[in-house]
């Protein structure tokens, strides 16, 4: 069974600055996907950025970047230039390659920007 | 598109009663997916509809929850008797793919929170 962990319940940031939220994973698959998804206060989960294992590139959304580190079962999402519409639930999700439709969760961070 | 739609999106009730929530999701999706979201357990997928029919319901907590896609267009989660221990936000997703999140967006409602007394 697969798990992901996300170790910091909450963060804060001041505004413009940038921020890094961490996560990591435990599998045994070799191939499989990871997101970053935003909960803002609406509750609607947001995509914010995917990551496919066999891509050693990390992926980039604008302001929002991973650094994946497969090795070490690692998935950290940065923000940089923070903004205030920042602030939300950020959770860190996984899905094996295999034809799999189930997405397992973390249990976020809540992350707040501070003007 | 307006997405998919959930209602409704606040929901209180008394221990024993009946609760429907429902889910409209985005045209042309195949795939819809039932998850709830507590601050225990995180999120959770509950059942996974593909055409239209069930393809996974392990995640059904128990007997007393029920969901049904009667057409592409619509479905719900039925809670029967609902207990507190029910509480909970429930999102319905969809998307286009048989494995949305590979090659396809899953997509998110807002949400019902569900408030059993």
């Known amino acids: 069974a697969q798990t992901v962990t996300q170790s910091q319940p909450e963060m804060s940031v001041q505004e413009a600055e940038t921020v890094t939220l961490s996560c990591t994973y435990d599998t045994s698959e070799n191939n499989y996907y990871l997101f970053w998804y935003k909960q803002p206060p609406s509750r609607q989960m947001i995509l914010v950025i995917r990551?496919?294992?066999?891509?050693?590139q990390n992926a980039t959304e604008n302001r929002f970047s991973v650094n994946f580190q497969k090795a070490a079962k690692s998935f950290s999402l940065k923000i940089s230039d923070s903004q205030l519409g920042d602030t939300a639930m950020y959770f860190c999700a996984f899905i094996p390659g295999a034809g799999s439709y189930q997405l397992t969760f973390g249990k976020g961070t809540k992350l707040s920007v501070i003007p | 598109d307006a997405g998919v739609i959930q209602s409704p999106r606040h929901e209180v009730t008394e221990m024993g009663q009946e609760v429907t929530l429902r889910c409209k999701p985005i045209?042309?999706?195949?795939?819809l997916f039932w998850y709830r979201q507590t601050m225990m357990r995180g999120l959770e997928l509950l059942i996974y509809?593909?055409?239209?029919?069930?393809?996974?319901d392990s995640g059904m907590p128990e007997d007393r929850f029920s969901a049904k896609m009667p057409n592409a267009s619509f479905s719900t989660l039925k809670i029967q008797p609902s207990e507190p221990r029910d509480s909970a936000v429930y999102f319905c997703?969809?998307?286009?793919?048989?494995?949305?999140?590979?090659?396809?967006?899953?997509?998110f409602g807002s949400g019902t929170q569900l408030s059993v007394l």
């Open positions: 990551q496919e294992a066999y891509k050693q």
């Open positions: 509809f593909n055409n239209n029919v069930p393809i996974d």
């Open positions: 045209s042309g999706h195949n795939s």
């Open positions: 997703a969809s998307s286009l793919s048989i494995r949305p999140t590979t090659n396809e967006k899953l997509f």
